[in-house]
């Protein structure tokens, strides 16, 4: 029987290398998987390029992995937030990259990516300075710009139910980006509230497949981003 | 002293204009007071682009599920009827042109329908523009709710936007304190004024052409 779990978070960050393109799901806290962060700016690699619709808050999570000096680039849709401070201040100071992409075409070129398209055509960012430098085309009178997938060595992502297999649910909002991810990862990493054995999960209640998940670390009771900041807490 | 409609008065008399069963998105700020003026005996189901429909309103804190937030990453209900998915799912309703209506708030809105809503393209300013180009590109209808002018009395709708486009000609009708105001072939046209709003004030503070109301 096909096992994919992982015994910690350490263990399942160990592989990713320096210079890895790693994929976060979340959108601003929620759905983001702070454990597997946290193991992630223990374990230390550096020069990451890292995918997010945000940049973190507080001194937490993806902050904190940013703060850490173990990112030189990110792509997202919306770096600043009323509680994100440690992004602002590097990109201030040129030290950190920025890919800004619009919300809708960051998620279509995951899905892409995941899908084996490389490439499709969207009106979103026609006669916008984002625009410039892309290749247009019209199609039925209208202007579109074309996107690139976007791939990834690495996708870490929280879910509420897993099984061995690595089929997955989600909590509410927190889906957001996560199915996507896994599916364009090369390596997708999940933590799972709770890992139920096979049949445990109703096969039409899957959202995420097996087939897009590799490791799977159970994570019981996992801490969420905006307790920590309430609690004034920073990682490490 | 502000004449014209307040912030709630502007909300409630854009929701006047939303049809029964639309798939309606609000933008943070003054549009997402739409939602607590729906006219009696319509309902509106409500997308957050998060992921999800028939988002409900703030729940009581001890009700709050970490895990529910919406675009603006506040807390929020479902109601009977909800449904969550991913986030290409979500953007496929907006890119398809299955959301009715958008209401969002700008800096800047031009009598071509241009808008201008996500930078101010300054220097060291750090560029955010989440899902606002999707928005404006994808539904139906875009509607605006703003003040007339800025806090130092700089006209917001203006002959063309001098900030970063979020989209070009996209807009269609805009609430403001002082009237309601629609974008058409031929320019900036207002449809009704705010009780007590002259025509020559609205005009006075609009940065470009604008016509009366049909009489």
């Known amino acids: ?236 | 002293m502000s004449i014209g409609w307040n912030r709630e008065e502007m909300a409630a008399r854009a929701a006047q204009d939303i049809p029964d069963g639309s798939y309606v998105n609000l933008g943070i700020g003054i549009p997402e007071l739409v939602a607590k003026f729906v006219p009696e005996g319509r309902e509106f189901i409500y997308h957050t682009e998060n992921g999800m429909l028939g988002m409900g309103p703030p729940p009581a804190e001890e009700e709050r599920d970490l895990d529910l937030m919406n675009a603006g990453k506040k807390y929020v209900s479902a109601v009977p009827g909800a449904a969550y998915f991913h986030h290409a799912d979500s953007f496929s309703m907006i890119r398809g042109g299955h959301i009715d209506v958008c209401v969002l708030g700008t800096m800047q809105v031009a009598a071509n329908g241009d808008i201008a809503n996500w930078s101010t393209g300054e220097p060291g300013a750090i560029p955010a523009v989440g899902g606002a180009m999707d928005l404006v590109q994808g539904v139906k209808n875009i509607y605006v709710i703003t003040q007339h002018t800025t806090k130092t009395g700089e006209p917001k709708l203006v002959e063309r936007c001098s900030y970063p486009l979020t989209g070009p000609g996209v807009v269609s009708r805009i609430y403001t304190n002082l009237a309601v105001v629609d974008v058409t072939p031929q320019g900036f046209q207002v449809v009704e004024l705010a009780p007590g709003v002259t025509f020559e004030e609205v005009e006075r503070q609009t940065g470009a052409a604008i016509s009366p109301p049909d009489s």
Request: hydrophobic share 40%; glycine share 10%.
């Open chain 1, 1 to 236: 029987m096909i096992d994919k779990r992982y015994p910690s978070v350490t263990a399942a960050v160990a592989s990713i290398q320096d210079g890895a393109t790693v994929m976060i799901g979340g959108f601003g806290a929620s759905g983001s998987p702070v454990e597997l962060i946290h193991a992630l700016i223990d374990h230390g690699a550096s020069d990451l390029t890292v995918v997010n619709n945000n940049t973190g808050n507080g001194e937490v999570g993806l902050a904190a992995l940013i703060r850490n000096g173990q990112v030189r680039k990110m792509i997202c849709s919306f770096p600043r937030s009323s509680q994100s401070k440690v992004f602002p201040e590097l990109y201030r100071e040129g030290r950190i990259e920025l890919e800004l992409v619009p919300q809708g075409t960051l998620a279509e070129r995951i899905r892409a990516a995941g899908a084996g398209i490389p490439a499709f055509y969207t009106p979103t960012t026609v006669g916008t300075i984002l625009a410039e430098g892309k290749e247009l085309r019209t199609f039925d009178g209208r202007t579109y710009v074309m996107e690139p997938w976007l791939r990834a060595d690495f996708a870490l992502v929280k879910c509420e139910l897993s099984d061995p297999v690595g089929n997955l649910t989600y909590n509410k909002t927190a889906r957001n980006f996560s199915p996507l991810m896994c599916m364009a990862a090369t390596t997708t990493i999940v933590q799972a509230r709770k890992v139920v054995p096979a049949g445990g999960i109703d096969p039409e209640h899957v959202i995420t497949p097996g087939i897009f998940v590799d490791r799977v670390v159970e994570v019981t009771d996992p801490v969420h981003e905006d307790v920590l900041i309430a609690a004034g807490r920073s990682y490490p």
